[in-house]
């Protein structure tokens, strides 16, 4: 399976390749190579379940992420000032 996520290692958003099998996930950055191994249990599945979840959101921030589409995609975001000025867009 894919996910979108930040690699620790380049420091971009990018595909993530995840395959496991029945006791361990590989993780690999689809950009940069980095692997990384986590045992295949239910809280590595809850972790990519909230990947997921929170990736809504963050596309709503950063439509840059819309631009994720196949492997090998990255985007820099920049980071951008934390809007708290009232609550007019909530
Ligand atoms: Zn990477």
Not at 7 to 12: F, G, K, P, Q, R
Not at 50 to 79: C, H, M, W
Request: with cysteine; charged share 30%.
């Amino acid at each position: 399976m894919q996910l979108k996520d930040l690699c620790t290692h380049c420091n971009c958003w990018t595909i993530t390749n995840v395959e496991h099998d029945s006791s361990t996930a590989v993780f690999t950055c689809s950009h940069c190579d980095n692997k990384f191994e986590l045992p295949w249990n239910s809280d590595t599945r809850f972790l990519i379940r909230s990947i997921r979840n929170s990736l809504k959101k963050r596309t709503k921030k950063y439509p840059e992420l819309q631009q994720l589409k196949v492997a090998g995609d990255f985007v820099k975001l920049q980071p951008k000032p934390e809007q708290d000025k009232g609550c007019k867009d909530k």
